[in-house]
């Protein structure tokens, strides 16, 4: 079956600095990936979504890179803020569904001022 | 502005005590998607519809039943809730089927205490 990980380490960096925050996934070939913003007692917040045959996406500070070959994909924040501090999770396509996504647990960012 | 709602965003029940959570969405998306997310894991999906069709992951314990009576609404009905059914409750809603990489917008979730 499908599997997403994501360090479970909560990730805290000084604000100004470059946030990366790594998803892998094992035991599939994802079309796309997203990446969400959840902050502590709210519904996740969809960010972005890179596809298979883009190596790099940006959004304003943020760029998601994704290698089908390593099987990873990268979530950056650029010039961080401590308004970022949350946690972001990624999510791949369901494997036997193209209307569900799977969720990888997150990685929760703090950014210090 | 078009949205997810959930109600009531903090729901206490007893042990054993049956329960609804409701969801309606103002963006007209074909399918709603109900989760449960424990602390510091993943949103677990439960359910979804795909339109009028329905679901279930097949590690959703049959505890769990869900209703959608029409395109806006959904509901999660839990027949006996249990202390390990305590969780964040999420609703989403997603166009999949009419775009292809399946957006979710998720509601503000319902945080449920079983005592």
């Known amino acids: 079956s499908q599997k997403i990980e994501q360090n479970s380490e909560a990730l805290n960096i000084q604000e100004g600095k470059t946030a990366t925050l790594t998803c892998n996934y094992t035991?599939?070939?994802?079309?796309?990936l997203q990446w969400y913003r959840q902050d502590p007692g709210r519904g996740p917040v969809f960010l972005l979504l890179?596809?298979?045959?883009?190596k790099e996406k940006r959004k304003e500070r943020l760029k998601v890179t994704f290698d089908t070959t390593l099987k990873q994909s990268l979530f950056h924040i650029t010039a961080s803020q401590p308004a970022d501090s949350a946690t972001y999770l990624c999510?791949?396509?369901?494997?036997?569904?193209?209307?569900?996504?799977?969720f990888g647990s997150g990685t929760r960012l703090s950014i210090r001022p | 502005d078009a949205m997810v709602i959930q109600n009531p965003r903090y729901q206490v029940t007893q042990f054993g005590k049956p329960v609804t959570l409701s969801c309606s969405q103002t963006?007209?998306?074909?399918?709603m998607y109900w989760y449960q997310q424990k602390s510091s894991q993943a949103p677990k999906l439960l359910f979804h519809y795909y339109d009028k069709d329905f679901n279930n992951e097949a590690d959703t314990p049959d505890n769990f039943q869900s209703r959608r009576p029409n395109t806006s609404f959904c509901f999660l009905d839990i027949r006996s809730p249990g202390l390990g059914d305590a969780a964040m409750y999420l609703c989403?809603?997603?166009?999949?089927?009419?775009?292809?990489?399946?957006?979710?917008?998720f509601g503000p979730g319902t945080r449920l205490t079983v005592l």
């Open positions: 989403a809603t997603s166009t999949a089927g009419e775009q292809p990489y399946n957006e979710q917008f």
């Open positions: 890179i596809r298979e045959n883009e």
């Open positions: 963006l007209n998306h074909n399918v």
């Open positions: 035991n599939y070939s994802p079309a796309y």
């Open positions: 999510a791949l396509p369901g494997y036997s569904s193209a209307s569900k996504i799977i």
